[in-house]
């Protein structure tokens, strides 16, 4: 079962053998490790290293592996120590001498450098798919609701009057820079680790230059010592995926406050929410406080692998196996979020009424009076203190700024005339906003053109 048992006069402790294995999850790049293999064969083949009878039998037969695993015919089982020794092991079953050459020139550490940097190529290009399909969520939202007026808030207090395009366009950028952030650690990861060996090369006249083609990487690495040790892709992996997951919980954070009785805003569907088993009437957003919830544990993921990696001399070292199982989690954890996020505020209705009358009754409008005074020549610290004691008599008297008689603001200034209601009202108070970046319906509908040449420029699929 064992790659090693030549140097030992003993079987492993069970214990010891549990505690070491790395099958149990590393299984999960069975398809990545062949994909390996098969490239190392072929180069070997073309280096004469191996004939090409010999590459021809263990490449099909590694495709046999591959795919028995897939339809459940080849179960991967515990006595294994990790999955390199497993497919070796049914290679060598199968095809005997022959199989017994597919690891010359190669270590299992550079064999499992490879498999990780695969592993995580393919699933920077999931998550960026992913979302993508968000992006496209949150664009058709930007283009809904335009004109729904919503509060914006500072310290979680209402603060002046936007729309909920506007408030969705936020996390647009959000989610477009975390895609740039993929893109970038793609770009910087996509170098070639197989060929460097245990940690200094080998002795045969491999060409990395042709495994790295073989695999879509841009070239090999250029350190032996760094190819079988380099965990940092992995860290800044785990790091985009947490400012991801800080981004959904951001965004569920409000979902949640929006979706209380008190606000009403947005209304979650039923196939998003969750009942109490105590209180009929309860209907919680629980999907949305679990995707909250779950960002902790992507930043663990980060934390725990940036802590293992301190202090680690070169090169390889047995405590980077711990890379996997947290990683594999925070990529799982970070997908399903995504996907669920989406969905979510995809079917999710909105409350324009409720919003509306929020930012009215909120005095979000109150900058704005203040600069009509201003415009009829009140200075603004005057302008600032009188609408201030006109928020203060609507908060007793029960009254939104644009409810008051003319009579009442005329008590407050003189400069008052019929017009400050068209000044104040909402949509003059929205659309009178726009240098680029701002809530009006003018910068909004460049933005939202930007936004969809975007989209069209940059589909995965
Ligand atoms: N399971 C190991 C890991 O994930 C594979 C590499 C083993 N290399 C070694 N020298 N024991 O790191």
New binding site residues.
Partial sequence: MKLWGGRFTKETDQLVHNFNA?IGF?QKFFRQDIDGSIAHVTMLAAQGILTNEERDTIVTELKRIRSEIESGALNITSEY??I?SFVESKLIERTGETGKKLHTGR???D??ALD?KLYVRDEIRECDALLYDLLKVLYRIMQDHLDTYMPGFTHLQKAQPLTLAHHAGAYFEMFKRDRSRLADIYKRMNTCPLGAG?LAGTTYPLDREMTARLLGFDGPTLNSMDSVSDRDYIIEFLSALSTIMMHLSRFSEELIIWNTNEYQFIELDDAYSTGSSIMPQKKNPDIAELIRGKTGRVYGALMSILTTMKALPLA?N?D??E??ELTFDAIDTTKGCIRLFTGMIDTMKVNRAAMNASARHGFTNATDAADYLVKHGVPFRDAHGIIGQLVLYGIEHHKALDDFTLEEFKAASPVFEEDIYDAISMETCVNTRNTIGAPGREAMEKVLHICREYLETSDPS
């Fill in positions: 790395s590393d120590e990790d390199h270590s299992r550490n064999q499992v990780m245990a390889y047995k980077m196996q890379d996997k």
